[in-house]
């Protein structure tokens, strides 16, 4: 083949060597408009994991690196004089020059044509002269930008502002330092990469970086400025630059990777934050991924649908991991006042790759300081220690989420939810959530969705509640109370999730006549005031009947589009009376109801309200306006928040991933200083256990997994070889407390 590689990166560089290695051959040419010692920054990190690829696919490369490298397994997170040390984690770093001077000799060696100090042609006309054009030309790559229209780039700049220093000394650590200044926070991120010398990043929110007049500093005044923030951490030294300058953080995402012969690697194709050191290991495993295609695949382009295929997955894993990160460093301001351990758990936690139990296997010691501090008793797992709202004490940090089950007739719950609701109070979480309990006919999903608006309906969520009090002993059930609004009248989810009745439906109504899905959903009715006084007297008696039923907690659905949510959102309410308008007023209706139901539930029972933290569009609720949501409904009488986001709009685009949703809950919990119900892809018993104890959230709720194990909990307790008073197994169950041996082959 002829090869053209754009960009003398190690992500180009180290792709030219492989495949020249690969094929002496292939014709492969690089081109890079800078000088060979020309870099950015100063020390690269590499995971063993990527060093094995490395060592696989060209040892002569590997024993290099290896003889290059300084290792160290410990991180310092300093904050207020105070340096807390966590150990086992394993590091390897070399200089960036180091690096690119061991990738040049090995293309030289292997016969690359390197061509230093020259503009690349075009990716256009090297493929036509070529087999394959790499476009490694980095976060500002002309390539990506000349073929955007099929790429289809994403490219999101952030709010903190960073440089890349050095200082002439190595520290024995990753160092994450938090300096509080009069402009605002400000954080050091520091490794070595040589014996005698060490990265350097300072990072602050821009706001911060203006006020601390470092837009208007030169290089010498920056350095200077650095240097005197972080003396104790620099002991005194200075710090120097290389041609260094203040930049935005830019996260890169592309639709596609490849065009025709053209294909992107490295930060041409995506970035991740420097916070979890993922550039160049990115780009380097990039190289091993598209080389082993390449040879699997003598078809370029199916070598190149390969290579996106295999890495696509991973590299999404790590920008989600790197964006979890990158906002928490955002987010230090509101974090500040958590105590000095869990601060450092919660540093190092932040992307969710590190947990509560790997971190316990790497530093046991480090994990039980933190535990204690947080008054966790040794050998208990976080999420089980009880946590207590009003005059209810949950013995654990678990909860059942509300999952509609779509299965009652005419509001009436039946054997299903009876079995349903049973086996998982049975199962040993600490709160039971019901689905949504619509409070009116009108005021369902669909037709089969439960309700509290008949005499019926009480007495069979009594024998729901009874059964669950009387063999579950410990565990709390809590009824979900709300209106369906303007996405009422629909099919059962499995018949076709949001689409209209095709008959028997009835009308629905709004804070403004927006149809849910424009052209599919009915028009809403606009209601009146004597209507909505009517739905708040609608809440007020179910929420009276719950009382009389003995559900044990209340949640407001102010969540999910459904009517309160509509209330609360600027996309779905246009109204221009005193509920409409600026977000005070659309929280207006939503308080009355809320004070209505507190009025008429016990004043020893809890109360909580679900709320939708952001509707992931444009336009709508923010984590601004949830935080100033969460404070209102606290200022009236909630106990917690359960905190979650969007489908309040259906063009939403929201950002899965691994507890996804619990940065909003993190923000609530910190600055409305409300207790917060986390929700939202939290899986795993180590998930649960990492959130409590980082501070991120009292309560998780759980749904799906509970879907999956209706004794999620109870097994949560047996995996961790955890008895105490946390979790109780039913008597009937007590023989299956243990986990079954592994069964023995042979």
């Known amino acids: 083949m002829r090869v053209a590689v754009i960009g003398g990166g190690p992500g180009g560089l180290y792709t030219a060597a492989l495949l020249k290695r690969q094929d002496p051959g292939h014709e492969v040419t690089l081109w890079e408009r800078n000088a060979p010692d020309d870099t950015f920054g100063f020390g690269v990190v590499l995971s063993d994991e990527t060093l094995g690829g490395i060592e696989g696919a060209d040892p002569d490369v590997y024993a290099a690196l290896r003889r290059s490298f300084v290792r160290w397994d410990a991180i310092d997170v300093v904050r207020r004089g105070r340096a807390l040390r966590s150990g086992g984690h394993g590091f390897a770093a070399l200089g960036r020059h180091r690096l690119l001077r061991i990738l040049h000799e090995r293309c030289r060696g292997l016969g690359v044509d390197l061509r230093f100090r020259t503009e690349a042609p075009p990716a256009a006309e090297l493929a036509r002269s070529h087999d394959l054009?790499?476009?490694?030309?980095?976060?500002?790559?002309?390539?990506?930008?000349?073929?955007?229209?099929?790429?289809?780039?994403?490219?999101?700049?952030?709010?903190?502002?960073?440089?890349?220093?050095?200082?002439?000394?190595?520290?024995?650590?990753?160092?994450?330092?938090?300096?509080?200044?009069?402009?605002?926070?400000?954080?050091?991120?520091?490794?070595?990469y040589a014996p005698d010398a060490s990265t350097v990043i300072v990072e602050m929110r821009e706001?911060?970086?203006?006020?601390?007049?470092?837009?208007?500093?030169?290089?010498?005044?920056?350095?200077?400025a650095c240097a005197a923030l972080f003396a104790d951490a620099l002991g005194g030294r200075p710090l120097r630059s290389n041609r260094s300058t203040w930049t935005a953080f830019r996260t890169v995402v592309n639709a596609r990777w490849s065009y025709g012969r053209t294909v992107l690697l490295g930060d041409a194709a995506h970035t991740a934050h420097f916070s979890i050191g993922s550039g160049t290991k990115l780009a380097v495993e990039d190289a091993l991924a598209l080389a082993g295609q390449l040879a699997a695949h003598p078809?370029?382009?199916?070598?190149l649908a390969a290579y996106e295929a295999e890495r696509r997955p991973l590299v999404e894993s790590t920008q989600r991991?790197?964006?979890?990160?990158?906002?928490?460093?955002?987010?230090?301001?509101?974090?500040?006042?958590?105590?000095?351990?869990?601060?450092?758990?919660?540093?190092?936690?932040?992307?969710?790759?590190?947990?509560?139990?790997?971190?316990?296997?790497?530093?046991?010691?480090?994990?039980?300081?933190?535990?204690?501090?947080?008054?966790?008793?040794?050998?208990?797992?976080?999420?089980?220690?009880?946590?207590?709202?009003?005059?209810?004490?949950?013995?654990?940090?678990?909860?059942?989420?509300?999952?509609?089950?779509?299965?009652?007739?005419?509001?009436?719950p039946g054997d299903f939810h009876l079995v349903h609701l049973g086996a998982r109070a049975l199962g040993g979480a600490g709160l039971v959530m019901t689905e949504m309990v619509c409070v009116s006919p009108e005021g369902r999903i669909t037709p089969g969705c439960t309700g509290l608006y008949a005499p019926e309906h009480e007495a069979a969520w009594r024998r729901i509640t009874d059964f669950a009090h009387t063999a579950a002993p410990g565990t709390a059930v809590g009824v979900q109370l709300g209106h369906s609004g303007r996405k009422g009248s629909t099919r059962l989810m499995w018949e076709g999730i949001d689409d209209p009745l095709p008959e028997g439906g009835w009308p629905v109504a709004g804070p403004s006549p927006l149809p849910y899905r424009p052209g599919v959903s009915q028009v809403p009715r606009e209601l009146d005031a004597d209507e909505l006084r009517a739905i708040r007297e609608q809440f007020a008696n179910a929420a009276a009947s719950a009382a009389r039923v003995g559900f044990d907690l209340l949640e407001l659905h102010c969540a999910h589009g459904y009517l309160l949510s509509s209330f609360l959102s600027p996309l779905t309410n246009h109204r221009d009376d005193a509920y409409g308008g600026d977000l005070p007023r659309r929280l207006a209706y939503p308080l009355e109801v809320f004070d209505a139901v507190r009025a008429v539930w016990p004043a020893d029972r809890p109360m909580t309200v679900r709320i939708s933290a952001t509707d992931w569009a444009p336009g709508g609720t923010t984590a601004d306006d949830a935080v100033t949501v969460a404070r209102a409904f606290a200022a009236h009488g909630a106990d917690a928040v359960d905190v979650s986001t969007g489908q309040v709009v259906p063009d939403e685009r929201p950002a899965f991933g691994r507890s996804y949703q619990t940065p909003f809950a993190d923000r609530i919990r910190s600055e409305a200083g409300v207790p917060v119900i986390a929700v939202g892809a939290i899986s795993s018993w180590d998930d649960?256990?990492?959130?409590?104890?980082?501070?991120?959230?009292?309560?998780?709720?759980?749904?799906?997994?509970?879907?999956?194990?209706?004794h999620w909990t109870l097994h949560a307790a047996a995996e961790q070889e955890y008895a105490g008073p946390g979790v109780s197994w039913p008597v009937q169950y007590r023989a299956g407390s243990r986990k079954p041996p592994v069964g023995r082959r042979g």
């Not at 990506?144 to 709010?159: D, I, Q, S």
């Not at 078809?299 to 070598?303: E, G, I, K, L, N």
């Not at 790197?322 to 758990?345: G, N, Y």
């Not at 649960?688 to 991120?696: P, Q, T």
Request: aromatic share 10%.
């Open 207 to 224: 706001e911060v970086w203006r006020r601390a007049g470092f837009d208007r500093r030169t290089e010498e005044e920056t350095l200077r």
């Open 299 to 303: 078809d370029v382009p199916a070598a």
């Open 133 to 192: 054009v790499v476009a490694a030309d980095g976060v500002h790559s002309a390539t990506r930008a000349a073929h955007a229209g099929h790429f289809r780039p994403t490219l999101t700049t952030h709010r903190c502002r960073y440089i890349w220093l050095s200082a002439g000394f190595a520290f024995d650590a990753f160092r994450f330092e938090i300096a509080e200044t009069e402009h605002g926070v400000m954080q050091l991120h520091g490794y070595p």
């Open 688 to 710: 649960v256990n990492s959130l409590i104890l980082a501070g991120r959230a009292d309560l998780c709720a759980l749904g799906r997994p509970h879907l999956y194990d209706p």
């Open 321 to 412: 991991a790197a964006r979890a990160s990158l906002e928490w460093f955002e987010e230090l301001e509101w974090r500040r006042d958590r105590t000095p351990r869990r601060f450092a758990f919660d540093l190092l936690t932040r992307s969710r790759r590190v947990t509560h139990d790997n971190l316990r296997l790497r530093d046991p010691a480090f994990v039980a300081a933190v535990e204690a501090e947080a008054g966790v008793p040794a050998g208990t797992p976080p999420m089980f220690t009880p946590f207590t709202l009003r005059g209810l004490t949950l013995r654990n940090r678990v909860v059942v989420s509300a999952m509609d089950m779509y299965s009652a007739t005419d509001g009436t």
